[in-house]
């Protein structure tokens, strides 16, 4: 799909708008079924993502955990026989439901493992990986344009990911080996790909647009549409 065929798609899209929390909340739902919901900070209309916790408990005693995401981007999708599936998180922190173990040492284990998300900025596509307790110098962060992804790997074999970067892929844009770069700092790996200039117009373009629909203010009931 070229730049100009997903611009397309966006602006014949019905959009519902809806201001809350410093946040404009845009639903989207394609002629083809599928929904995009995305969430931009008011005051840097940039994409969010942010992770809170919730603790469920009675007489004081600790029921659930619940890790709760307020993602930038997600979709969902319908399935073969008309179900609509859960959110999938493109932009922001995975999702995960409510843990059903209680003990800490489990809790403390899991938040050890390595955690991917993705957090981007005006000028970059960005990905974060956190727990990861190695020098800059064990890493090596490389284009792979015949695949069109990026790959991360370690000389010490700890750590391995291959992903690709799907706003390129949409638009149909090459991946360039110059836009890539990335630190290390306080155990997280931060990975950061430079967006083309097809990207900035195009995202540049969909925000002016998205400013136009008028979405109630919190405490209001009725959403906007588009």
Same mark, same amino acid.
């Given at each position: 799909?070229?730049?100009?065929?997903?611009?397309?798609?966006?602006?014949?899209?019905?959009?519902?708008?809806?201001?809350?929390?410093?946040?404009?909340?845009?639903?989207?739902?394609?002629?083809?079924?599928?929904?995009?919901?995305?969430?931009?900070?008011? $005051?840097?209309?940039?994409?969010?993502?942010?992770?809170?916790?919730?603790?469920?408990?009675?007489?004081?005693?600790?029921?659930?955990?619940?890790?709760?995401?307020? %993602?930038? &981007? =997600?979709?969902?999708?319908?399935?073969?026989?008309?179900?609509?599936?859960?959110?999938?998180?493109?932009?922001?922190?995975?999702?995960?439901?409510?843990?059903?173990?209680? %003990?800490?040492?489990?809790?403390? $284990?899991? /938040? %050890?493992? #390595?955690?991917?998300?993705?957090?981007?900025?005006?000028?970059?596509?960005?990905?974060?990986?956190?727990?990861? #307790?190695?020098?800059?110098?064990?890493?090596?962060?490389?284009?792979?344009?015949?695949? &069109?992804?990026?790959?991360?790997?370690?000389?010490?074999?700890?750590?391995?990911?291959?992903?690709?970067?799907?706003?390129?892929? =949409?638009?149909?844009?090459?991946?360039? /080996? %110059?836009?890539?770069?990335?630190?290390?700092?306080?155990?997280?790996?931060?990975?950061?790909?430079?967006?083309?200039?097809?990207?900035?117009?195009?995202?540049?373009?969909?925000?002016?647009?998205?400013?136009?629909?008028?979405?109630? /203010?919190?405490?209001?009931?009725? /959403?906007?549409?588009?």
């Amino acid at each position: 799909m070229a730049v100009q065929s997903w611009s397309d798609v966006l602006k014949s899209s019905k959009k519902t708008a809806l201001l809350n929390d410093g946040k404009r909340k845009i639903h989207y739902l394609f002629t083809d079924g599928k929904e995009m919901a995305e969430e931009y900070d008011l $005051e840097t209309d940039e994409l969010v993502g942010k992770l809170q916790m919730f603790w469920s408990g009675h007489d004081g005693f600790l029921v659930e955990l619940y890790l709760i995401c307020f %993602s930038g &981007r =997600r979709w969902r999708h319908k399935n073969a026989l008309g179900a609509v599936g859960p959110w999938q998180v493109e932009v922001g922190e995975p999702i995960a439901g409510p843990d059903a173990s209680t %003990s800490s040492e489990v809790i403390k $284990e899991n /938040c %050890s493992n #390595p955690i991917f998300m993705r957090k981007d900025t005006k000028a970059s596509f960005q990905w974060r990986i956190r727990n990861l #307790p190695f020098s800059k110098d064990v890493f090596n962060v490389s284009v792979e344009p015949s695949e &069109r992804c990026i790959v991360i790997k370690t000389t010490n074999k700890k750590y391995y990911k291959k992903f690709s970067i799907v706003d390129l892929d =949409r638009c149909q844009l090459p991946l360039d /080996c %110059s836009a890539l770069s990335f630190t290390h700092a306080n155990n997280t790996l931060i990975v950061s790909y430079k967006k083309p200039k097809e990207i900035l117009i195009l995202e540049q373009e969909l925000l002016k647009e998205l400013k136009k629909i008028k979405g109630p /203010c919190e405490g209001d009931v009725d /959403c906007k549409t588009q």
